[in-house]
């Protein structure tokens, strides 16, 4: 990905910015200042963040949760139904 120096889309952000710059104006000045350092922190942290906290965040979701929880469980569950199985048809 090129830097927005020698981006061929320079003058359309650019536009976007001064866009950006003229409605703030028109926005309190916490509401302007909030915003501003919640930009520049996101970007600051899509900088910082690296392979390994990439996958600890993945690891925190729900869905890998249930996905580890189900894994582990359908072993001991699909060994008891054939016990059970082998049980009940002899």
Request: aromatic share 8%.
């Amino acid at each position: 990905m090129a830097i927005l120096k020698e981006s061929e889309h320079y003058e359309r952000i650019q536009a976007l910015h001064e866009k950006l710059w003229e409605q703030l104006q028109e926005v309190g000045e916490k509401e302007a200042e909030a915003l501003l350092q919640k930009c520049l922190r996101q970007i600051d942290d899509d900088e910082r963040i690296s392979y390994l906290g990439r996958v600890k965040s993945f690891v925190k979701t729900r869905g890998f949760l249930v996905s580890v929880i189900v894994g582990v469980a359908i072993v001991p569950l699909t060994t008891g139904f054939i016990l059970w199985a082998s049980l009940l048809l002899e």
